[in-house]
């Protein structure tokens, strides 16, 4: 067990996760204390490190790629401040986490956790229902509907279409941009493979993030709903494939054994019905069961 103690937050590991606490201090980034707690597997981690400085070093995690929607989410834009897996450390603990990376990077080598993508989210994200608002709007999200509602700075003719409404499923990708100096930047939702794209300003599925406001919890957001979106780096399902009908035929070279069972079924009732005789059902049963 191995834990450092800091205002920025408390860091445990245990041999299989890292527990991540944020610090209550009013230094502490307000995205990172609304997010809580995490446990971060030990299979998502790519790597940490510890760098030192002359008042204070800082700890890093360094995750897998795809292993964590909020991550995935915000694209390598989250800054320093809002970052979880940061963790400024005070000059005379620096041993302390100098012990700590010791412990995770030995474990790493002990599993043998490779440091390759991820086909699969090994982070939960941030909890649901959750709510931030920012720049021209709210935006909400229950685990399932995504709802964003305009305030009074929201454009006209895009607040007088009124408030959205609409199902995770029907998102195609979920775009976050920091708002940068005096530089706007937004959260948009992308409908449909081929949506168009207009400017956050005038977007009903985006909120405007104005350049004098760096407003965090919209990440939040991007993250719940990403983490709930299929995996860009999963592998697509299979087709399903439909067993011919012919006896001789198969069904792109491999068999479903539930589909050879419930055509055992049909045969038999086809007997009991007068439909087949016994030779019939006999020459039939036996091609089926050489299909197995």
Known sequence: MAEIIQRDGTWAFDGE???????????????????????????????????P?????????????????????TGGKLPDAANPYQLTVQQDRSGVAEYFVDE????????????????????????????????????????????????????????SSGARSFPVADVHAVEWLPAAGLEDGYLRFVMGRHAAKIPPKYDPYAIELYGFRKDMLMTLVAAAVTARMPHPAAPPEPAATALPSGEGERAGGTEDHDALLRRLRELGELRQSGVLTEEEFTAAKQAVLRRF
């Open 104 to 159: 995770v990077r030995n474990a790493l080598l002990l599993e043998q956790v490779p440091g390759g993508p991820c086909d699969r989210y090994l982070l939960p994200g941030p909890s649901v229902p959750l709510s931030a608002s920012a720049g021209d709007g709210t935006a909400s999200f229950d685990g399932e509907r995504i709802h964003l509602e305009w305030n009074w700075k929201t454009e006209e003719s895009k607040r």
């Open 17 to 51: 996760s890292v527990r991540i606490v944020p610090g209550h201090d009013k230094g502490v980034n307000l995205a990172r204390q609304s997010l809580g707690e995490l446990a971060v597997p030990l299979e998502a981690l790519a790597g940490i490190s510890y760098e």
């Open 53 to 73: 400085g002359r008042k204070s070093g800082r700890l890093r995690l360094r995750l897998r790629d795809g292993s964590d929607p909020l991550l995935q989410a």
